[in-house]
């Protein structure tokens, strides 16, 4: 795609606010100026507004007030104005009673926040998993010209000789503690190797695939994705981030210029390229239903289904982030899907020229850490979108992180009607299930939990994991940790509390899993099926006020993106009247 900048000089929309000498603009100007700003400043140069999700709260986004520093030394640099903006901040570590619940709450303030305040541009200071998706989704109803600066990863995590991955690690010990083979002591002392710096989880979870599916989607500068947090170079990008957003208001280079199909394409088939997080599905649908592109859950399944995982980072493999940007980083993947028919070239990214023109002479720095597609870590990459009975509308499994023994199966369902039963139940030893059955968990999609939680991943029985199994499949209408592995099918669409197929499963039912015919099938005859759905009566609590009323009044479903009815669409940035 070619990219025609706009002509400048040109007035920007912050001038609505701050040019003239009306009561409103001598107002305007008048207070700003109260934090030191001398009037050569409001000569029409681009306001950028550093939209921060800093927070002690957000601990993976708690050095972000540091990087904004940096942002803003660019912005000067570069002939503008920043300033700094303190947004919603939903840390995946803290937000009850999920951070999903709050991503679109998150969305529509920051989305307000742009378009109420007095800014042409946006630099979005992201990291934690949700402070992402929210922020683009944001940014995407505005369409103001603007780039990510995400906070980086954390450093490896070292515990007994062994790398140690945010997350991945947990689960590990947490399953291995419940099959006594590590004991509590040694536990709590893994609990101070795992974070060992500022920055995100630094598996390919989450908040790396977020700011993976960033720099492809062409919506961060080239190589941002893998920078440790703490590496000098962290602080270049965002100053040189903070330049580049100057130039781009200049030039009016909108994120609608940028999130076109191709880029989503890119994006999804990059995930399948790093072994990316199963929330990478529901955040994608979501942005590109703010932008009005036509992107949809069968483009995961089309677009992703080829593309072997290359990345060999934990959840999937062996390493962690601070390895992959050793090697060289997403511009190495990149270029190999690039030379390799699996990338648009020619879609454009925050540069203002072609993805392809950033990559295309990078060089694989460990080609272990990155493999060759010949000597790929999984052959299959991308997301398996399932369909049949039990999920009409789609459900989604990461085969890279699935055993390879469960992806045809047919076994007996074991079903908990929503976490708390699953929580009271599952360690029973009188509990009937064995390595064979299917676990089927409900009331855990966007309006049930509500929020969709990161359940789906559900621990196994205690007495399944003490005969030495570590999988079984498990299939729910929640999300999954992007850290987190397992044959674990997740999204299921429409989801439980909505009367999907999903919430008239029984124990004993037989449930038929095709991941290769993409088929996902509760085995009972139609009529059975449609009677059992015609009794069905919700059994979820509906909040009765706030936010958690208009969530669960509101939400979509998994299949769309889970966003807000009323927040889909593109509504641009127009500034409105004001009289002091
Ligand atoms: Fe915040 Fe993983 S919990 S990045």
């Not at 957003?245 to 076109?260: F, G």
């Not at 648009?344 to 203002?352: I, M, N």
């Not at 850290?483 to 029984?506: D, K, M, N, R, W």
């Given at each position: 795609m070619t990219f025609k900048p706009a002509k400048w000089p040109r007035r920007l929309r912050s001038r609505e606010w701050y040019e003239g000498s009306t009561k409103d603009a001598i107002y305007h100007r008048g207070w700003l100026k109260n934090q030191g700003y001398p009037d050569d400043l409001f000569d029409g140069r681009p306001i950028i507004g550093i939209l921060n999700t800093w927070s002690e709260l957000t601990p993976c986004n708690g050095h972000l007030r540091e990087l904004a520093e940096k942002v803003k030394a660019g912005i000067w640099e570069a002939g503008g104005f920043p300033v700094e903006v303190p947004v919603f901040s939903a840390s995946e570590n803290t937000f009850r009673p999920t951070a999903m619940m709050f991503r679109n709450l998150a969305a529509m303030s920051i989305e307000e926040q742009i378009r109420g305040q007095p800014m042409d541009g946006c630099v979005l200071m992201v990291g934690c998993d949700k402070t992402t998706p929210s922020l683009l989704m944001a940014a995407a109803s505005c369409d103001l010209p603007s780039i990510v600066v995400t906070g980086g990863p954390m450093l490896n995590g070292w515990f007994q000789g062994e790398r140690v991955g945010t997350g991945t690690h947990l689960w590990r010990f947490s399953e291995a503690v419940k099959a006594g083979e590590m004991d509590q002591e040694t536990f709590l002392e893994a609990e101070n190797a795992v974070t060992r710096s500022a920055g995100t989880c630094n598996t390919m979870g989450t908040a790396?695939?977020?700011?993976?599916?960033?720099?492809?989607?062409?919506?961060?500068?080239?190589?941002?994705?893998?920078?440790?947090?703490?590496?000098?170079?962290?602080?270049?990008?965002?100053?040189?981030?903070?330049?580049?957003?100057?130039?781009?208001?200049?030039?009016?280079?909108?994120?609608?210029?940028?999130?076109?199909?191709?880029?989503?394409?890119?994006?999804?088939?990059?995930?399948?390229?790093?072994?990316?997080?199963?929330?990478?599905?529901?955040?994608?649908?979501?942005?590109?239903?703010?932008?009005?592109?036509?992107?949809?859950?069968?483009?995961?399944?089309?677009?992703?289904?080829?593309?072997?995982?290359?990345?060999?980072?934990?959840?999937?493999?062996?390493?962690?982030?601070?390895?992959?940007?050793?090697?060289?980083?997403?511009?190495?993947?990149?270029?190999?899907?690039?030379?390799?028919?699996?990338?648009?070239?020619?879609?454009?990214?925050?540069?203002?020229?072609?993805?392809?023109?950033?990559?295309?002479?990078?060089?694989?720095?460990?080609?272990?850490?990155?493999?060759?597609?010949?000597?790929?870590?999984?052959?299959?990459?991308?997301?398996?979108?399932?369909?049949?009975?039990?999920?009409?509308?789609?459900?989604?499994?990461?085969?890279?992180?699935?055993?390879?023994?469960?992806?045809?199966?047919?076994?007996?369902?074991?079903?908990?009607?929503?976490?708390?039963?699953?929580?009271?139940?599952?360690?029973?030893?009188?509990?009937?299930?064995?390595?064979?059955?299917?676990?089927?968990?409900?009331?855990?999609?966007?309006?049930?939990?509500?929020?969709?939680?990161?359940?789906?991943?559900?621990?196994?029985?205690?007495?399944?994991?003490?005969?030495?199994?570590?999988?079984?499949?498990?299939?729910?209408?929640?999300?999954?940790?992007?850290?987190?592995?397992?044959?674990?099918?997740?999204?299921?669409?429409?989801?439980?509390?909505?009367?999907?197929?999903?919430?008239?499963?029984?124990?004993?039912?037989?449930?038929?899993?095709?991941?290769?015919?993409?088929?996902?099938?509760?085995?009972?005859?139609?009529?059975?099926?449609?009677?059992?759905?015609?009794?069905?009566?919700?059994?979820?609590?509906?909040?009765?006020?706030?936010y958690a009323w208009l969530h669960q009044a509101h939400v979509e479903g998994a299949d769309t993106g889970a966003d807000l009815d009323f927040l889909k669409g593109c509504r641009g940035s127009p500034v409105g009247k004001d009289s002091h």
């Open positions: 790396s695939s977020m700011a993976s599916m960033t720099e492809a989607l062409g919506m961060a500068l080239s190589g941002n994705a893998a920078i440790p947090a703490v590496d000098s170079r962290r602080r270049v990008m965002a100053q040189l981030s903070g330049r580049r957003i100057v130039q781009m208001v200049k030039d009016d280079l909108k994120p609608s210029d940028i999130l076109t199909k191709q880029a989503f394409e890119n994006a999804v088939r990059v995930n399948g390229a790093i072994g990316g997080s199963t929330n990478a599905v529901v955040h994608l649908l979501a942005i590109a239903g703010r932008i009005e592109v036509d992107f949809t859950l069968d483009d995961w399944d089309r677009c992703g289904r080829d593309v072997p995982t290359i990345v060999n980072l934990q959840p999937s493999g062996d390493y962690l982030m601070e390895e992959f940007f050793y090697a060289g980083g997403l511009p190495v993947v990149l270029r190999q899907m690039g030379e390799a028919g699996l990338l648009h070239r020619d879609a454009l990214t925050v540069s203002g020229g072609p993805i392809w023109d950033e990559v295309k002479s990078v060089r694989n720095g460990n080609s272990d850490v990155i493999r060759s597609f010949e000597n790929a870590l999984t052959a299959q990459g991308g997301m398996a979108v399932l369909r049949g009975n039990l999920a009409p509308k789609g459900a989604i499994l990461k085969p890279s992180a699935a055993s390879p023994h469960l992806m045809q199966h047919k076994g007996r369902a074991v079903v908990f009607e929503d976490i708390d039963d699953y929580k009271a139940r599952i360690a029973d030893p009188d509990l009937d299930v064995d390595e064979t059955c299917i676990l089927v968990l409900k009331n855990c999609g966007p309006k049930g939990y509500p929020g969709m939680a990161e359940v789906g991943n559900m621990g196994l029985p205690p007495k399944v994991l003490k005969k030495g199994i570590k999988d079984m499949i498990r299939i729910s209408d929640a999300r999954m940790s992007g850290t987190a592995y397992g044959t674990v099918i997740l999204h299921t669409s429409p989801e439980a509390a909505a009367g999907g197929p999903l919430a008239i499963v029984q124990n004993g039912d037989m449930i038929d899993v095709d991941v290769a015919a993409r088929r996902l099938h509760l085995d009972i005859p139609d009529e059975e099926l449609a009677a059992r759905l015609s009794e069905w009566k919700p059994t979820f609590e509906h909040a009765a006020s706030g």
